[in-house]
């Protein structure tokens, strides 16, 4: 069997590598992939984005399912154009996207199914919304409508921020017609934490819970990226909190949308903030598996990852189970230099095939491609092609030892410029760490 990834980053890597680890998977296309997926075993990239030349190559290829990893494609219709040409393809169309790719959508929806979130107000013109900050306590939350590659959310601290990222949103365009229409939410406090879930429009099976670290910087600091790192599962979603975000979000955005006239079938990511009650809000929606929260997830997922994918297509994921690692996966992103702003490429990785090596014979790290490519003087050396260039992923038998795994394994990986975080995981080890000594 052949099937085809869309995307080029972590998340599709980490995606298509377990595919490829089924035994009925002959080949995992990834398009356009990176260096990781050009060496990975089982995999081939293929140099194409346009999605008539993708249902082209599907055909041709006979590709059985095509799995989409990146907001962009959906939002473009990719799901709705292979369906439309009879293929088999799990992700949502581009209507039940919207629940990404449009924040005053996801926020009318919740306030229409009644899921707990912020209180929000929504503004096409700016000198209304500078009247509401002045109206409401710092810190407030700024939302761009529209995708702005994980730029379009500025936490303001003061009204002074606020005001400077509304004009810098609306005025300055500096997210293009993203930034058209925007919302100013209450700030929640408390702790994040990532919950995703497939869903075939009827049935729901939770992953893993896992927790995203968005700040460049230690200890939360500096500014919002993709995602310096994650660890999976988080200790502090107890079985209790899971069967609340079950009950109060995620079974009401699946019968929400079919009552709205939408069919969502594919992966649902529901970003969370964990109150000081032990209540969960959403705080976004994405359409799509996180990254970097899918590569701890994958490398935790026992069971094979195929057929789950195959009877959510089918609307028969009623019938299936999944595994779980019992160990916590933990990844460290490596970052370019100058990411977020300005990510500095083609500077040369070393470290990598000694790595690649070791991984063949081992399940308790893998090592994932993000922003590279092959460059150099021959072509044959893996550079740097992005803001977020690596992610190490590596299992442990608690936070604390994952995340001195991955980072023994970081210190053997060396391009010029490159930027990690040193606590990822560092919630999760203070929770283990107080739940111990209370048990003491």
């Not at 990719?78 to 009879?86: C, L, R, T």
């Not at 896992?210 to 910087?217: A, F, G, I, T």
């Not at 970097?292 to 069971?303: D, G, H």
Request: aromatic share 6%; with cysteine.
């Amino acid at each position: 069997m052949k099937l085809l990834v869309i995307g080029g980053g972590g998340r599709e890597h980490a995606l298509a590598w377990k595919l490829s680890l089924s035994p009925r998977v002959h080949k995992v296309f990834v398009a356009p992939g990176n260096a990781g997926t050009a060496l990975e075993p089982g995999l081939e990239n293929i140099p194409i984005t346009a999605i008539p030349e993708l249902i082209e190559f599907a055909k041709r290829e006979s590709v059985a399912i095509t799995v989409v990893g990146p907001e962009i494609p959906l939002a473009a219709g990719i799901v709705d154009a292979f369906q439309a040409a009879g293929l088999k393809i799990f992700g949502p169309t581009r209507q039940a996207a919207q629940l990404e790719t449009s924040k005053i959508f996801a926020k009318e929806f919740m306030q229409r199914h009644h899921i707990p979130t912020a209180a929000y107000a929504r503004f096409t013109d700016p000198g209304l919304a500078h009247a509401y900050i002045e109206q409401h306590p710092a810190p407030l939350v700024i939302k761009a409508d529209g995708l702005a590659a994980g730029k379009g959310v500025i936490v303001a601290q003061s009204h002074e921020e606020a005001h400077s990222a509304v004009n810098a949103i609306m005025i300055e365009k500096n997210l293009g017609n993203a930034g058209n229409e925007i919302i100013i939410e209450e700030f929640l406090q408390g702790i994040e934490a990532s919950f995703i879930v497939m869903t075939d429009g009827n049935h729901i099976l939770p992953l893993a819970t896992s927790q995203d670290h968005k700040r460049l910087c230690d200890d939360d600091q500096g500014p919002n990226t993709g995602g310096m790192g994650a660890y999976s599962p988080v200790p502090f979603v107890s079985p209790t909190l899971h069967a609340q975000i079950m009950r109060s979000i995620i079974d009401p955005v699946i019968s929400g949308l079919k009552q709205d006239g939408i069919r969502y079938t594919g992966f649902l990511y529901a970003g969370l903030m964990i109150t000081a009650q032990d209540q969960a809000k959403v705080l976004e929606f994405n359409c799509r598996l996180g990254d970097p929260e899918t590569q701890p997830i994958m490398l935790r997922l026992k069971s094979d990852l195929l057929p789950l994918i195959e009877h959510a297509v089918n609307g028969t994921l009623n019938e299936m189970n999944i595994e779980w690692d019992r160990r916590t996966a933990l990844g460290v992103v490596m970052a370019a230099k100058g990411y977020p702003e300005n990510p500095r490429k083609n500077d040369a990785i070393y470290g990598l095939q000694d790595l690649a090596a070791e991984q063949e014979n081992t399940d308790n790290f893998h090592i994932f491609h993000a922003g590279t490519s092959m460059g150099g003087e021959n072509g044959n050396e893996i550079v740097t092609a992005g803001g977020r260039v690596l992610c190490v992923a590596a299992l442990g038998d608690s936070v604390k030892i994952a995340q001195q795994t991955a980072y023994k394994l970081v210190e053997r990986i060396r391009f010029d410029g490159s930027q990690i975080r040193h606590d990822i995981g560092h919630q999760g080890m203070n929770y283990q760490r107080g739940n111990s000594e209370k048990r003491d």
